[in-house]
Nanobody, 125 residues
Framework: QVRLVESGGGLVQAGGSLRLSCAASGRTLSSYAMGWFRQAPGKEREFVVG????????NYADSVKGRFTISRDNAKNTVFLQMDNLKPEDTAVYYC??????????????????WGQGTQVTVSS
């Protein structure tokens, strides 16, 4: 079992930045690809970004390219999401998730086995 706990959410003005963290326990993350998803009120949970086990392979949703950066520190069993130039439409609950590296489909929710409880990000205009 992998337990994931997100932190770092909050309220920020448009154009501001936040850094989310996802800390894992139970197993080392080095065998897992990691993803960040988000869910706004009344909308489906959507893919934001994914990263391979080594950190060398990343995949971003078009809506966040150039503004968000994912990284990971396997020694600390932690994944980060740096969010810059935030927009009101980025407001959502952000979830981190883990899937086996060998399972394809980094952007597909059903490929992920473990999920955190989420952290709220609110961007005011």
């Amino acid at each position: 079992q992998v337990r994931l706990v997100e932190s770092g959410g909050g309220l920020v003005q448009a154009g501001g930045s936040l850094r989310l963290s996802c800390a894992a326990s139970g197993r080392t993350l080095s065998s897992y690809a990691m993803g960040w998803f988000r869910q706004a009120p009344g909308k489906e949970r959507e893919f934001v970004v994914g990263i391979g086990w080594s950190g060398g392979n990343t995949n971003y949703a078009d809506s966040v390219k150039g503004r968000f950066t994912i990284s990971r520190d396997n020694a600390k069993n932690t994944v980060f999401l740096q969010m810059d130039n935030l927009k009101p439409e980025d407001t959502a609950v952000y979830y981190c998730a883990a899937k086996w590296e060998s399972i394809p489909g980094v952007g597909l929710r059903d490929r992920y086995s473990y999920w955190g409880q989420g952290t709220q990000v609110t961007v005011s205009s």
